[in-house]
């Protein structure tokens, strides 16, 4: 059974940064994708960062250049790098990840970021 455990979220101000992780347990041979969400209150989950074996990413418009998705293969964690949050980046956030075959999910860390 492969479990997620969040971390790094919190509170920051308007122009700060936060890195938040997603640390994989369990019997993993690789994570072929890996995404992050995210659920302000009030609206539907949106996928905001992807990524897939090989490397490649993906960002949706609101988050491009901002945002930075990795992975550590060898430590089983995921990463998303946030610079430059703004009060509209307020939000729960999720991990998300395929490994052989099977998907899982992290238990959502808070954002907060305060104009």
């Known amino acids: 059974q492969v479990q997620l455990v969040e971390s790094g979220g919190g509170l920051v101000q308007s122009g700060g940064s936060l890195r938040l992780s997603c640390a994989a347990s369990?019997?993993?041979?690789?994570?072929?994708?890996t995404n992050w969400y995210r659920q302000a209150p009030g609206k539907q989950r949106e996928l905001i960062a992807s990524?897939?074996?090989?490397?490649?990413?993906n960002y949706v418009d609101s988050v491009k250049g901002r945002f930075t998705i990795s992975l550590d293969n060898a430590k089983n964690t995921v990463y998303l790098q946030m610079n430059n949050l703004k009060p509209e980046d307020t939000a729960v956030y999720y991990c998300?990840?395929?490994?052989?075959?099977?998907?899982?999910w992290g238990q959502g860390t808070q954002v907060t970021v305060s104009s």
């Open positions: 369990g019997t993993i041979f690789s994570i072929d994708v």
């Open positions: 990524m897939i074996s090989g490397g490649r990413t």
């Open positions: 998300y990840i395929i490994t052989s075959g099977a998907t899982y």
